[in-house]
């Protein structure tokens, strides 16, 4: 089966400036997750959808973060305005269900100068 | 919100010597605990995972043990190969969502 697709895998922006994530999950699988994973550190959970409903946001920064899944299926994670201290690995992952395995994405590399 | 706690950073160990991660977590509401394995510049991958209903699960060469009263679980790796290299992450999370994820281990395996 095909894998979750992310793009881009690279991008560099300038602070203050706006940058947008996309991820496409695995087929059928309901579950989506947005993590940030900084450079020798674990991944922290953004945001969690189950279907186009979101579970759990508690750790999105939402002053600056937003992410939406539409019709239950892609999603997009934005950030507007960046800042220095956003550079790092956003990985989207998806399951069929929130028991179940986490299937990562290759993850955008964003660096923020 | 949890707080997960992943000993050691870095861990270096013979091949064919059996290495351990420990984690320490502060939600006793947190009931799924999975680890996962990271390859340099790779995705996360599942290697096994353990309900609060269970005690040991063991999978081949890699077992996790869960000590629900003292708020910690530990991932085992016996006969180790060099393949097994890599940045390992303990979790936890309650009902399979508000996942947390510790610090990491860099686990080095000589050959």
């Known amino acids: 089966e095909a894998g979750v697709a992310q793009s881009p895998r690279y991008k560099i922006i300038e602070k203050r400036q706006s940058v947008a994530f996309w991820c496409n999950p695995i087929?059928?699988?309901?579950?989506l997750y947005w993590y940030q994973q900084i450079l020798g550190q674990g991944p922290k959970l953004l945001i969690q959808f189950q279907n186009n409903g979101v579970v759990d946001d508690s750790q999105l920064p939402k002053d600056r973060f937003s992410a939406e899944r539409l019709k239950g299926v892609d999603s997009t994670l934005k950030i507007q305005p960046a800042k220095l201290e956003d550079s790092a690995v956003y990985l989207c992952?998806?399951?069929?269900?929130?028991?179940?395995?986490?299937?990562f994405g290759p993850g955008t590399r964003l660096t923020v100068l | 919100g949890e707080n997960v706690e992943q000993h050691p950073s870095t861990l270096s160990v013979q091949e064919g010597d059996s290495a351990v991660i420990k984690c320490t977590y502060s939600d006793s509401a947190s009931n799924y605990f999975p680890w996962y394995k990271q390859e340099l510049g790779k995705r996360p991958q599942l290697i096994i995972d353990?309900?609060?209903?269970?005690g040991e699960k063991k999978d081949q060469r890699i077992a996790v043990t869960l000590n629900k009263t003292a708020k910690h679980f530990s991932l085992h790796i016996t006969e180790t190969q060099p393949e097994d290299s890599a940045v390992y992450f303990c979790a936890a999370s309650w009902t399979g969502n508000q996942f947390y994820f510790g610090t990491g281990t860099s686990l080095t395996v000589i050959p």
């Open positions: 087929s059928g699988h309901a579950t």
């Open positions: 353990i309900r609060s209903n269970v």
């Open positions: 992952a998806s399951s069929p269900s929130s028991y179940n395995e986490q299937f």
